[in-house]
């Protein structure tokens, strides 16, 4: 356990947080009830068309562009209830009891002090997401959404959960997750913070956001760790299996969101172009970039293999 790394990662706090910081400024002018939509311009999309998983789809594409720019806006939304639902219902109900010792190994004051900064953290995001949400539903004047499931990401936590009958586990996979999200979630942040197709806001909002979640890797590395050696044989057999099971929840498209976005875009097929496109090889993840948990697995000397995940 480095205890060392937390130190430094919560001296750095002050200085480094997006809510403490000047930085966010540009965000602040952005919000809803501000005169100014700064950077706003109605012809730019709210989202990477390439990231839509039926992108290519010839019956989606032979929509009106009004039709895609709705299908675009209400994927950024879904992007942000994403992000939101792995704040709120995954990391800061783990965060919660990781700083009141609730978990093995995490009684060190340098553990708790780490985890309360990344839980604040994680309440502005969430402020922050919900707030750009709000002001792309004023400018773009979005009206009568779709009912959007919980992300993929907590439906599959739930799922595991219900399997499972001890609530050592329970809280368990409860952890893994928010390592995994922790130290993902950059991944899947930078899918928009460097794209410049895009509302430069929405950009912004990722790009903050993922700032925060550098800093946040290292404390799950170490969080995890010092858990880790404190569980015995079947816990620790329970933590490596979760680990692939976590990775996917995260990385993995939610197509049950879509058929309700092209309905309410006006797509009378929107059920089929989703079906199709889920069947397509290769088209079941929306991040690809697995390097985050291939570290926590190298650092903690793990022997978990992601093939299934990966291929």
Same mark, same amino acid.
């Given at each position: 356990?480095?205890?060392?790394?937390?130190?430094?990662?919560?001296?750095?706090?002050?200085? =480094?947080?997006? /809510?403490?910081?000047?930085? $966010?400024? *540009?965000?602040?002018?952005?919000?809803?009830?501000?005169?100014? $939509?700064?950077?706003?311009?109605?012809?730019? *999309?709210?989202?990477? /068309?390439?990231?839509?998983?039926?992108?290519?789809?010839?019956?989606?594409?032979?929509?009106?562009?009004? @039709? /895609?720019?709705?299908?675009?806006?209400?994927?950024?939304?879904?992007?942000?209830?994403?992000?939101?639902?792995?704040?709120?219902? #995954? $990391?800061?109900?783990?965060?919660?009891?990781?700083?009141?010792?609730?978990? *093995?190994?995490?009684?060190?004051?340098? /553990?708790?002090?780490?985890?309360?900064?990344?839980?604040?953290?994680?309440? %502005?995001?969430?402020?922050?997401?919900?707030?750009?949400?709000?002001?792309? =539903?004023?400018?773009?004047?979005?009206?009568?959404?779709?009912?959007?499931?919980?992300?993929?990401?907590?439906?599959?936590?739930?799922?595991? @959960?219900?399997?499972?009958?001890?609530?050592?586990?329970?809280?368990?996979? $409860?952890? #893994? %997750?928010?390592?995994?999200?922790?130290?993902?979630?950059?991944?899947?942040?930078?899918?928009?913070?460097?794209?410049?197709?895009?509302?430069?806001?929405?950009?912004?909002?990722?790009?903050?956001?993922? =700032?925060?979640?550098?800093?946040?890797?290292?404390?799950?590395?170490?969080?995890?760790?010092?858990?880790?050696?404190?569980?015995?044989?079947?816990?620790? @057999?329970?933590?490596?299996?979760?680990?692939?099971?976590?990775?996917?929840?995260?990385?993995? @498209?939610?197509?049950?969101?879509?058929?309700?976005?092209?309905?309410?875009?006006?797509?009378?097929?929107?059920?089929?172009?989703?079906?199709?496109?889920?069947?397509? *090889?290769?088209?079941?993840?929306?991040?690809?970039?697995?390097?985050?948990?291939?570290?926590?697995?190298?650092?903690?000397?793990?022997?978990?293999?992601?093939?299934?995940?990966?291929?």
């Amino acid at each position: 356990m480095n205890y060392e790394t937390l130190q430094r990662v919560s001296a750095a706090w002050p200085r =480094r947080a997006t /809510i403490a910081a000047d930085s $966010a400024t *540009p965000f602040m002018t952005y919000m809803p009830g501000t005169d100014e $939509a700064v950077g706003y311009d109605p012809a730019v *999309p709210d989202y990477p /068309i390439q990231f839509l998983p039926f992108a290519e789809h010839p019956d989606f594409l032979a929509g009106t562009p009004e @039709q /895609i720019q709705l299908a675009l806006t209400l994927a950024w939304l879904i992007y942000n209830e994403r992000v939101i639902t792995a704040e709120e219902f #995954v $990391a800061n109900p783990t965060f919660s009891r990781l700083a009141h010792g609730d978990f *093995p190994g995490t009684d060190r004051f340098e /553990i708790k002090q780490a985890v309360q900064q990344a839980h604040v953290d994680e309440t %502005w995001h969430t402020y922050m997401h919900m707030m750009a949400m709000q002001r792309t =539903r004023e400018l773009r004047a979005v009206r009568d959404e779709p009912n959007y499931p919980h992300a993929i990401t907590f439906r599959a936590l739930t799922a595991a @959960q219900d399997q499972v009958a001890e609530k050592w586990h329970k809280d368990l996979l $409860a952890l #893994v %997750w928010t390592a995994v999200s922790e130290i993902s979630v950059n991944a899947y942040l930078e899918l928009l913070s460097r794209d410049e197709t895009i509302q430069p806001m929405h950009a912004l909002v990722t790009r903050l956001h993922s =700032r925060d979640e550098s800093a946040h890797s290292p404390v799950m590395f170490e969080v995890s760790k010092s858990v880790y050696t404190e569980l015995d044989a079947e816990q620790r @057999q329970a933590f490596d299996a979760a680990v692939p099971r976590a990775l996917h929840a995260f990385v993995a @498209q939610d197509y049950a969101v879509w058929p309700a976005v092209l309905e309410r875009c006006g797509y009378r097929n929107a059920v089929d172009i989703v079906e199709e496109c889920r069947s397509l *090889p290769g088209n079941g993840l929306l991040v690809r970039d697995f390097t985050g948990v291939e570290r926590l697995i190298r650092y903690m000397g793990l022997d978990i293999s992601l093939a299934e995940v990966t291929g």
